[in-house]
């Protein structure tokens, strides 16, 4: 079993800021998903990642494996980013879910 | 683009009763998974199925939780005997390949009364 934490667990920030999320998991992962979950319930996935750092729009995310931590930044943050964001490590064929971060971003 | 699909959206049943819940994967994927997450929790893993059978499932999906793909499309989720503490948003994924990125259908809200 993979124990999933995410720091912190609420972030309020103003539009515009750089913001960032922290996962850390305590057994060896062979990938990492970053998920966004909406107010509604929906989920979409981001980011998966195993090594180093990928980038999308404004959103990047990084991995460091022997470290075993990852953190989803979110440069130029705007209202619409407000969601709750999951990181999911990949142990075996099996993914283990953080609690999530919830971002609120006030215009 | 391609998505996933799930139906019902929201499901109530009474306590006992047999639940299935439907999703149509996207059609060039070969894994599939099913996901519930309690009001107010994270997310959890409940089963994942590649070929026809199961890959990995976690200790929640015990002997009243069973999976299908009947057709060549519909993956399934049936709960033979539903409880009060099965109420949950129940999601649906699918990748190309394990490891991979899995897309998410909407999820079904399964309300046991």
């Known amino acids: 079993k993979n124990e999933v934490e995410q720091s912190p667990q609420n972030l309020t920030a103003q539009e515009g800021e750089f913001i960032t999320i922290n996962c850390s998991y305590s057994?060896?992962?062979?990938?990492l998903h970053w998920l966004q979950q909406h107010p509604g319930g929906g989920i979409v996935s981001l980011f998966m990642l195993s090594s180093g750092k990928k980038k999308h729009g404004r959103l990047i995310a990084t991995i460091n494996i022997q470290e075993k931590h990852s953190s989803l930044h979110i440069t130029a943050s705007h209202p619409r980013d407000s969601a709750v964001y999951i990181c999911a490590p990949l142990t075996g064929n099996q993914f283990y879910f953080g609690t999530g971060t919830s971002l609120t971003v006030i215009p | 683009e391609p998505e996933v699909t799930q139906t019902p959206s929201h499901q109530v049943t009474q306590m006992g009763q047999e639940v299935i819940l439907r999703c149509v994967p996207i059609?060039?994927?070969?894994?599939f998974y099913w996901y519930r997450q309690i009001l107010g929790q994270k997310v959890e893993f409940l089963v994942s199925?590649?070929?026809?059978?199961?890959?990995?499932k976690s200790e929640i999906f015990d002997d009243q939780f069973s999976v299908e793909r009947p057709d060549g499309s519909n993956f399934t989720l049936k709960i033979r005997s539903t409880k009060l503490e099965d109420s949950a948003m129940y999601f649906c994924?699918?990748?190309?390949?394990?490891?991979?990125?899995?897309?998410f259908g909407p999820g079904t809200r399964l309300t046991v009364l």
């Open positions: 199925f590649y070929n026809n059978e199961i890959s990995e």
């Open positions: 057994v060896g992962i062979s990938a």
């Open positions: 059609s060039n994927h070969l894994y």
């Open positions: 994924a699918s990748s190309v390949e394990t490891g991979n990125t899995q897309y």
